[in-house]
């Protein structure tokens, strides 16, 4: 009784709420990709590949939306708050239609290139960027607000809809056409929408910002529209390379292996979702942040470690339980990929956290870094195990080169302290 009465006195966190969201987030996420892989086979899948793809490429470009909203709802209070997120819906909501259209327009092209069995997938797939963007800065709000409850119903109900209407359609009407797959994500946009303020939607004329304020938020979000495009390349420019120059069936084996060693960086992207808004409100209050990274890099390095661990020992069990015996020739790439990944998680956490404290370099570095890996693998892709291998040798670099830049801010920090 005692027991039970101390642990109904410990109130879960707002924080420790959204994780355990993120974490049933991505397991639905999982969850959606490896039926279709069971579903559709390796060469079908392929074409689901390039669509989920697509999905992760436009998560990221409206991720610069999404950030650049919640670091300044940290900073911006009443009517400057209204007027700045009221421009900012407007613009994202411009940028999601230019996107959009040019996605339509070039759909045959676009099929032509991933080798698609159909180009309809991307026409209906680009209708739904307008509503991602607005979704992004939606929840940007409540990102920098730290409505931790809002902004899990809105990735709850993005996962949960393009979940079931994609399996239903696939399963009760046997439909396994790509087309149906970006239906399923297109319809989820709209769900992940809500719950929406429409009050902060405002086409009148705002407020008009501060010089001082305009130079601050167009300089983050030129900062982090790069480094989102460096995410980009590093998270996806493989799959769409191997899409490229490889056949279908080899390409689905490849989206398998892809889907199962990003675990790392999926559960890693909750951490950064807690730490930009954790550092720039203690920046703003003139405490230390070194703190804030070391916790959540410390977390990643143990899960990390696991997820390794487990991709060496039973890689086969694996890919049989998640894919089935149709993938298990990706089994002894597994842990490499993994590795790979590991170490882009926990160069991603260096990089967000200088972004949040509008450090330049890292975010440069990870942009060189990024093509390096591009140019690898344009050059060495004789078979998928050198793709791998070339993955290896960037996000190495990648990250000692980040570990040597922190290094070297602490000992600067240091002497300016003494002095």
Known sequence: MQALSILKSKKITPEQLFMVSVLAVNGGNYLYNLILGRVLGPAQFADAAVLITFLLVLSFVAMTFQLVTAKFSVLFEGDTF????????????????????????????????????????????????????????????????????????????????????????????????SWVIALGILIS???????????????????????????????????????????????????????????????????????????????????VMLLLPAVVELKKEGKETASVLFKYVGYIAAISAVIVLGCVLFPELIINILFGEAYIDMAPLLWQYAIATSMFALSNIFAYYYLSLDKYVPVIISGVFGMLQVVLVVFYHDSLDQVVHMQIVAMAMLLIIQLAFFRLEVVRQKRLNLN
């Open 189 to 271: 946009f709209a769900f992940g929408l809500f719950p929406f303020k429409t009050s902060q939607i405002s086409f009148s004329k705002t407020l008009k910002l501060e010089a001082e304020h305009s130079k601050q938020i167009k300089r983050f979000f030129l900062l982090t529209a790069f480094y989102e495009l460096t995410q980009i390349i590093i998270n996806n420019s493989d799959i769409l390379l191997v899409k490229h120059y490889f056949e279908s069936y080899e390409a689905g084996l490849y989206a398998s292996l892809a889907l199962i060693g990003r675990i790392v960086y999926f559960i890693a992207w909750m951490f």
């Open 82 to 177: 209204k007027s700045f997120v009221a421009k900012v819906y407007k613009q994202s909501f411009i940028v999601g239609v230019v996107f959009g259209l040019l996605i339509v327009t070039f759909a045959s092209q676009l099929q032509t290139v991933f080798n698609t069995s159909s180009s309809n997938m991307f026409v209906i797939f680009g209708c739904g960027v307008p509503l991602y963007f607005l979704m992004s800065v939606n929840r940007g709000t409540y990102q920098g607000k730290k409505a931790y409850k809002s902004l899990s119903i809105t990735y709850q109900g993005e996962m949960l809809s393009r979940l079931l209407i994609t399996l239903a359609i696939i399963l009760i009407f046997d439909i396994k056409a």
